[in-house]
């Protein structure tokens, strides 16, 4: 048995760490190499890691931090023109999106084509998180299926699972005390009504946070503005609004 080899994984920086990131290039030019002594100064260690292999994702940096020219087009070009070039650099979603019609398809769909990347867990929402948001911004059409926020159903009894009738417990020999039953709180984070990425993550945060490093949090920090992001974009105007909704 054969297993399918996985797709170089795509971008899944934050996008809007992205568009900041070419506002910075275009106020303080593009350089001869792309590196941490560049970027370290402005962005953090994960993000600015996730940037170089977004930049090389989209072909706008070779493996020795060397950008193409369309980097400097795209960092000092108007609107119109960033989002003509994004959207030409869009195409590299091709190897794993190709033949999907993007105005019919549906979440799911879109789910299964970014399964042929190598990516997992949180990244795998970021992948899509920027993927969609990058479409939206550049011009792309989405299907609602897509676009829409997928919202817990509240009020008609989805989720809730039918009672079970328990065992009678064993009887204890006598003179023997039962071990305490330590008896965790369920999470709440799942009834605020909050996005399910969101939810998903702070229930996360619950098991892991109590043992993590700086790293880790940081990590997590990243992983969270990109989910952010992603499910309450924040709107900027009438121009820059992205109708991810």
Do not use: C
Not at 84 to 97: F, N
Not at 126 to 148: C, D, E, N, W
Not at 192 to 210: F, K, M, Q, Y
Request: net charge positive.
């Amino acid at each position: 048995m054969t297993t399918e080899k996985k797709l170089p994984a795509p971008a899944y920086v934050s996008f809007s760490t992205f568009r900041n990131f070419l506002d910075w290039l275009g106020e303080v030019g593009v350089p001869s190499r792309i590196d941490r002594s560049f970027w370290g100064q402005k962005f953090s260690g994960a993000a600015g890691g996730q940037l170089l292999a977004t930049l090389r994702f989209l072909g706008l940096l070779n493996q020795d931090g060397v950008p193409d020219p369309t980097l400097e087009r795209l960092a000092s070009g108007d609107i119109d023109e960033r989002k003509a070039i994004l959207k030409s650099l869009m195409t590299r979603y091709d190897a794993a999106l190709d033949g999907l019609d993007l105005e019919r398809a549906t979440a799911g769909e879109l789910d299964e084509r970014f399964r042929r990347y190598n990516i997992t867990g949180a990244t795998f929402g970021r992948a899509i998180a920027f993927f969609v948001q990058a479409a939206q911004y550049s011009g792309i059409p989405l299907s609602p299926y897509i676009t829409q926020r997928r919202r817990i159903a509240k009020g008609n009894g989805a989720g809730v699972q039918p009672r079970r009738r328990g065992r009678r417990p064993k009887a204890e020999p006598k003179g023997e005390k039962p071990e305490p039953v330590v008896v965790r709180p369920a999470p709440v984070v799942a009834n605020l009504g909050l996005h399910p990425t969101v939810t998903a993550l702070l229930e996360d945060l619950n098991r892991i946070g109590s043992r993590w490093d700086k790293a880790g949090r940081d990590r997590w920090m990243d992983t969270f503005l990109a989910v952010i992001d992603y499910a309450y974009p924040v709107r900027k105007g009438k121009e820059e609004e992205l109708p991810f909704e």
